[in-house]
């Protein structure tokens, strides 16, 4: 593919629109209904054959505050607090102001996809994720990105909103700072042109471009790419070409729980209900409590890139409410055993450094990697899968304005009619790794991509 680019405008478009939304994953679905209720002449064009993206790969779980969903749970919970969880995660290297708005828009969002679009979202209640001070995370029934997508694509289509796939935009058009429209390929290598007096940009960010990637987070660059391989970095690239902001381009989030060789993402309360990680001499390495995104660096440091997270029954009982795990039992990825030694033989692993790592544990307390122990222990039979790290997605983009999401530009100001949300846009993970807050990049796709599409 070249490289995208900028150009003057055509004499005349093939079509013409109101809004043109480029990339139809959860961001650019939620955009297009936003949109639509607004009254707007929308068009949303997505590259692939069908609307997937990054979302589909996900658990499909979005944190939002406040929400009835909450007070049904009895939890008590506020954009503020969450504000403060997003930014402590982040060691306050975000842009306040949009981690406020997304604090404020998350709980509405959820709200309004439940009651207007009859999405079928509940609470997690079952446990706790690093560094989320209360349970706030609302996803549907099989706690998966790809329902998540098709429920957004179920309702776009059923409004007659207008989704083309099989278009990728390869070519931006403006005209003094203003964008007029897109140049898209077809399959066939033909293209068309959109005119448009306003374009958002839902394109996700650059981790399936490895040479971006190598440039601004070398130090993942060796990990397993398990986002979607459309997100190939055009929104940063127009951006460059316009003269557009960027910020934190180093900001990932990554997951250290990745089933290898399955490549079955293998749900984190197998850690935060009190499983462990342990490498190929069978020693623990780190702190597994604080977070699923550093752990991708914590496990491809270990001998061959991989580590095995150890639970129990218990916690597989829990795990079972996402598809993915239940996919990875299915496909033989969780083996069992009712001793640690016969967990440790059925893994390859030397079972007497296994038996003792397991047995350093304290039943309370703090142990020497700083972690936070308590009741209850893990009990057999005991469970264990063998993980890689992977990275997910990219955090850092184009810096917006928080109350409207348009573009910011270089120069100063904002561009008028360019806007960009989700994986496009810079999120709120701070400027690396360790500030990824689970549930931080579906929490920009829809708060943002809500407020670009309303205009």
């Not at 049904?72 to 969450?82: E, G």
């Not at 549907?140 to 989704?163: C, F, K, N, Q, W």
């Not at 047995?359 to 020497?368: L, Q």
Request: hydrophobic residues 40%; contains cysteine.
């Amino acid at each position: 593919m070249a490289t995208p680019d900028v150009a003057a405008p055509p004499d005349s478009f093939d079509l013409e629109v109101e809004t043109l939304i480029i990339g139809a994953g959860a961001c650019g679905l939620v955009a297009a209904l936003a949109a639509h209720e607004v009254g707007q002449d929308v068009l949303l064009i997505e590259a692939d054959a069908v609307p997937s993206g990054s979302t589909a790969l996900s658990a499909g779980l979005i944190p939002a505050p406040g929400t009835r969903f909450q007070s049904d749970a009895h939890i008590q919970d506020n954009p503020d607090l969450f504000a403060q969880d997003i930014q402590t995660k982040a060691h306050g290297e975000n842009d306040a102001d949009l981690v406020q708005m997304m604090a404020d828009t998350a709980g509405p969002v959820i709200e309004w996809l439940a009651d207007t679009h009859a999405l079928p979202f509940s609470l997690v209640t079952d446990f706790d994720y690093p560094g989320h001070n209360r349970r706030r995370m609302h996803g549907l029934p099989s706690r998966s990105g790809r329902e998540l997508i098709d429920a957004l694509r179920t309702r776009v289509e059923a409004l007659d909103i207008p989704l083309i796939c099989g278009r990728r935009a390869t070519r931006l058009f403006a005209q003094d700072a203003r964008l007029t429209g897109a140049q898209l390929t077809l399959p066939d290598g033909s293209t068309e042109t959109v005119g448009c007096a306003r374009l958002i940009l839902a394109c996700n960010g650059f981790g399936g471009n490895r040479t971006m990637v190598s440039e601004h987070m070398a130090e993942i660059d060796n990990a397993v790419w398990f986002g979607h391989d459309g997100n190939r970095g055009e929104a940063v690239q127009w951006g460059d070409a316009l003269g557009a902001k960027t910020r934190h381009l180093g900001a990932y989030q990554g997951h250290g729980n990745v089933a290898h060789p399955h490549g079955i993402l293998i749900t984190w309360a197998t850690i935060t209900e009190g499983g462990v990680q342990v490498n190929a001499h069978g020693n623990r390495f780190w702190n597994e409590a604080q977070g699923y995104s550093e752990a991708a660096r914590a496990v491809l440091a270990q001998p061959d890139g991989v580590a095995w997270v150890v639970f129990d029954a218990r916690i597989a009982d829990v795990a079972r409410q996402f598809e993915d795990f239940k996919n990875a039992e299915r496909q033989g990825a969780v083996i069992t055993g009712e001793t640690f030694e016969t967990l440790a033989e059925k893994a390859g692993l030397p079972a007497d450094a296994v038996v003792k790592t397991m047995s350093d544990i304290p039943t309370d307390g703090r142990d020497t990697f700083g972690r936070v122990w308590g009741p209850p222990a893990l009990t057999p039979p005991f469970c264990a899968v063998k993980v890689t790290g992977a990275l997910f997605h990219t955090q850092g983009g184009l810096e917006v304005d928080p109350s409207t999401a348009k573009v910011r530009r270089a120069a100063g100001g904002t561009f008028d009619n360019l806007y960009a949300a989700g994986g496009a846009a810079c999120g709120v993970s701070g400027k690396g790794d360790s500030g990824y807050l689970s549930g931080n990049g579906l929490l920009a796709a829809v708060t943002l991509g809500f407020i670009a599409g309303r205009g």
